[in-house]
Structures are given as structure tokens and as C-alpha cells.
């Protein structure tokens, strides 16, 4: 089985007409991507004639030649810059820190902040995750003090997010005042009560779909109406049936956006990811975006990844951020990360923009690779990409995005 698409009858290409690209059909247009991330979505007779040869006095070459399609118009020394600022060899380390404070102290708090500014890179994330507030909060009180501190002392801008389940109007207003950022863990499911309160007034949301979950665009507008400012739908298990019901219920929360255009106030943060080009732009990515820490102080190379011994780092009391690229299981998830190492990946359309983090691979397939055509992980991201892609010439698509560009810089 294959997620690759082909033509029936595949068109003529003249040599040295077309710049490498890939090519996956979605409906009655081809779209074309290329290995920085540009793109074009063409009716098959111009994609026919673009591989034929145009030239400049073509309606085409306006529209390929900034974007790099033409193999001699190409401009090697833009690509080479756009090559190393995509690469691995731009990366400034992990932005994003997942801290799980159930059974944290405030030893261990301490411990796990300081070594998260061990790490280097221009500003950094931290997300505390819990589930009670009652039971951490004197863990949360201090990260959410010390953190904000150890930021002003290093001169790093700092970004603190809460993600609970619930807590407390005096709590949310704590965090509020402090700059963090609230976040509430919801299950989807039925159709939305438009009076019904989340558990807390949070700007972000990481809801999962329940099984009966319904009407997805009258859940965008709940969201919107509750004030939230960008959520992640999340699928109620990752198998084909859940993989296919995750995907109509994206399609029609992201729909909706689209209709409502820039009046939206609400982000989708798993187009935001995807269209982010970079492997470290991808919520969960180990080590790449993402390092978690447990409550006894174990570093993993994603939240994903917590409990799973094999993808265990060390302890924040004895590791040093240097030690990483000597480990083991670091070099195995950078490895397994990069779409290039998996066949299907490197021949796809999308391999610009996405990849499966390796731990959600081991834990739904058994290992660090995956198989890629029966991934419903890659199906979900698959799904989402064709979405968004098929909708980018709607200008109202296209301003949305713009915006959620600008109001995330």
C-alpha cells in the first residue's frame, strides 16, 4: 500500500525543463513542492505543459519562476541559503519543555528549570502539565516565580503555559497575572453546549475527540465564543477509524475558520505546525522541539516519550545538556526524525512539511521508524496537509494564514 499518487498515464518531461520537485494530485490539480517548502497547485493540462518546457511569455512562468520550479531560471545561490537556514545546522536546540509536575517537589522543580536553561537557543517554552492544580500548586507557584526570574537573569525571552484539566478562578488569575498562559485539556465528544463553560478561562485548549464527537464547526464556534485564541484537535485513538474520523472533523473546524476568514479569532495549531517548514517547528518532535521532564526528575525526549525507558535521557540531577548528542537514543530519534531516512517520506510531496515524531511511532508501531503506509499518524498529517493545500488559492485561506503568521511572531 502506498500514500503516494501517480498518473495513469505519466506526462512527457522535456530535460532540463522542470527543477526537481515532487508531485501528488489532489483531485483535478496537482500540487508541486519542492525541498524548501515552495509550492504551486496546477490543473494537470499546466502541469503537462510545465514539464514540456515554458517559457517567459507563458502565464506560467511568472507564477513558477519566483518559486524555483524552473531548472533554467534556478537560483542556486538563494536555494543554498534557504538550504542551510531549513538544515539541521540551523537548529538552536529544543524551544519547547514539557514539565509533568505530578509527583514533582519543589527540589526536583528547581532542579528541572535550571536544567532546562542549560539549554541553548534564543528563547525557550516552558509547559507545566498536570492534571490537579490542588495537589501542585506550591510546585506550579514557584516554576511559574523562578523560571520568570532565571529569564530576567539570562536576558532570555521565556513563555510559560499552563495545561490542565482543571483549576481554580484564584489560580487561573494567578497565572494570568504572572503571563502565563492557560491552557485546558477537554475530550470532544457530541455536539457542543454553547452555555456550558470550559473548567476554566484558558487562551489555548488541547482537546482530543471523543468517539461521538460531532459538528465540528459548531465546536470552532464554542471555542471562539469561550475566547479561546488557538486550539489542537487532537484524535480519539491513532488506528484507521480513528484516523479517518480525526480527519472529517479537521476538515470541518478548519473549514469554518476559512469561511470566517481574518474575523476569526481562533488558530488551528496543527496547520500553524505543519506549515512552519522546519523539523523543529512540529509540536512533540523529539529532542528537536520538544524534551519532558517527569515528576522524579528522568528527562525524556518528549512528552510522548515519558515512562518509555528506551527513550529515557538521564536525570536533571546528573545530566549535562552537552551529554546529549553522545547518547544513544538521541542519535536514534534524530535519525529516525529526518524524512529523508524513510522511503516513502522522501519521495513525498509533503516531506517539507511534516514528519512523525519517532516516540509516537514506537508507541503505536513498535519502533523509532514506523511503517510509514500503514501510519495513521501519517494519514492524520497527510490529511491535514491536503486540506490546507487545496485550499490555498481561496484568498480568504491565504489572509487567514497571513494572520496567524503575524499574530504568532
Known amino acids: 500500500m502506498s500514500k503516494l499518487t501517480s498518473f495513469e498515464k505519466p506526462p512527457k518531461a522535456r530535460p532540463g525543463a522542470a527543477a526537481p520537485h515532487q508531485f501528488r494530485l489532489l483531485g483535478k490539480k496537482v500540487l508541486i513542492t519542492d525541498e524548501h517548502g515552495r509550492w504551486a497547485l496546477l490543473t494537470i493540462p499546466e502541469y503537462r505543459r510545465f514539464l514540456a518546457g515554458i517559457g517567459p511569455e507563458d502565464p506560467l ?230 524534551l519532558a521532564y517527569d515528576g522524579a526528575g528522568r528527562v525524556y525526549t518528549s512528552e510522548e516519550a515519558a515512562a518509555d525507558a528506551e527513550l529515557a535521557l538521564g536525570s536533571v540531577s546528573t545530566l549535562r545538556y552537552q551529554d546529549l548528542p553522545r547518547l544513544p537514543a538521541t542519535g536514534a530519534v534524530i535519525a529516525a526524525s529526518h524524512p529523508d531516512d524513510q522511503p516513502l517520506c522522501s519521495q513525498c510531496a509533503y516531506r517539507p512539511f511534516c514528519a512523525v515524531p519517532p516516540s509516537v511511532n514506537k508507541k503505536h508501531q513498535g519502533g523509532l521508524w514506523g511503517q510509514t503506509p500503514s501510519s495513521a499518524a501519517c494519514s492524520i498529517q497527510m490529511g491535514i496537509m491536503d486540506r490546507i493545500l487545496e485550499s490555498l488559492n481561496d484568498e480568504k485561506c491565504l489572509n487567514l494564514l497571513n494572520k496567524w503568521s503575524v499574530d504568532m511572531v
Open 61 to 290: 512562468w511568472p507564477v513558477l519562476q519566483p518559486r524555483g520550479f524552473l531548472a533554467g531560471a534556478y537560483d542556486f545561490d538563494a536555494a543554498a541559503r534557504r538550504q542551510f537556514e531549513r538544515s539541521l545546522l540551523s537548529w538552536k536546540g529544543p524551544g519547547s519543555h514539557a514539565l509533568l509536575l505530578d509527583g514533582m517537589d519543589l527540589d526536583g522543580a528547581r532542579r528541572t528549570v535550571e536544567f532546562v536553561f542549560s539549554c541553548p537557543g534564543p528563547q525557550l517554552t516552558l509547559e507545566l502539565v498536570f492534571d490537579d492544580a490542588d495537589a501542585v500548586w506550591p510546585v506550579v507557584w514557584f516554576v511559574a516565580q523562578y523560571a520568570r526570574r532565571k529569564g530576567e537573569w539570562s536576558r532570555r525571552p521565556v513563555f510559560l503555559i499552563a495545561r490542565a484539566r482543571s483549576m481554580s478562578p484564584d489560580q487561573a488569575d494567578f497565572l494570568r497575572s504572572h503571563g502565563v498562559t492557560r491552557c485546558v485539556d477537554l475530550a470532544l465528544d457530541g455536539k457542543p453546549d454553547m452555555a456550558k463553560a470550559p473548567a476554566f478561562r484558558a487562551q489555548r485548549a488541547r482537546a482530543r475527540l471523543g468517539p461521538g464527537a460531532a459538528e465540528p464547526a459548531a465546536w470552532a464556534r464554542w471555542f471562539e465564543a469561550w475566547g479561546f485564541e488557538s486550539v489542537r484537535l487532537l484524535p480519539s485513538s491513532l488506528d484507521e477509524k480513528g484516523a479517518e474520523a480525526f480527519a472529517r472533523f479537521h476538515s470541518g473546524f478548519f473549514g469554518w475558520l476559512i469561511e470566517h476568514g481574518e474575523g476569526a479569532g481562533l488558530r488551528d495549531e496543527w496547520v500553524l505546525g505543519l506549515l512552519g517548514g522546519r523539523l523543529w517547528n512540529l509540536p512533540g518532535m523529539d529532542i528537536l522541539e520538544q
